[in-house]
């Protein structure tokens, strides 16, 4: 039988990095960064959009990037990911599938995904919107991190039974669930948050992400105690972790 082709797809760059967010800060992850998102959050400090090119790190953790052509084939990206790990062969934890929002490219995760696992284990970066996509790919993650879009930091409509449904799939594998908050962040949707993480499993985490700007968190730390104290009250897992990649100036 012939071997089934592998898909290309545009990327927005691939880099080596400290993970800067949720319970696998500071870890070192090779990032994989998909474009578009189904989601227009106000916050985002992202750019997602697809472009002609991808910015790829000229050697791991060097922090200069090089312009290269899209789509990309799979072998390539392949090659450059098991590279950077056999150079470093023990400082890579795992490959960060970021985006945007990568659930939109299901069909080249189908096909990517179950290669770079052998390399490296894989953490899926999502906003916890798409659960019939997660369902076909969970059995290739190793983990899951999770947002619940919050309507007071969206501005969008907050789709609780869609974010329900995720996390139930999500937690087939390690996941824990995002929460960024900021002043405007109201008690009650910490509380509809934790119902609903609580009613999925006791054991997931809740990370409060307070908005970055600048390099400076936008809450003061009393309105974050009282977050903490509120949620777990709920849920007892809860934990306080800001962007720190920001405050470390890395990629």
Known sequence: MPTPLIPKADLIEIFSSIQGEGTLVGIRQIFIRFPDCNLNCRYCDTDFLKSPTCLIESSSGSGELETVKNPFNFSRVKNLVTKWNSEL??????ISITGGEPLLHG???????PELRKILPIYLETNGTLPDQLEVLIQHLDW???DIKLHSQTGLRTEWEIHRQFLKIANQTDC????VVGEETPDLELQLAADLVSEVSKRIWIVLQPVTKTGQITLSTNRLLQMQALTSEIHSKVRVIPQTHRFMGVL
């Open 176 to 179: 824990y669930v995002k929460l």
């Open 89 to 94: 062969p023990d400082a890579h934890h795992s």
């Open 144 to 146: 899951v991190s999770m």
């Open 107 to 113: 069909e080249v995760l189908l096909s990517w995904l």
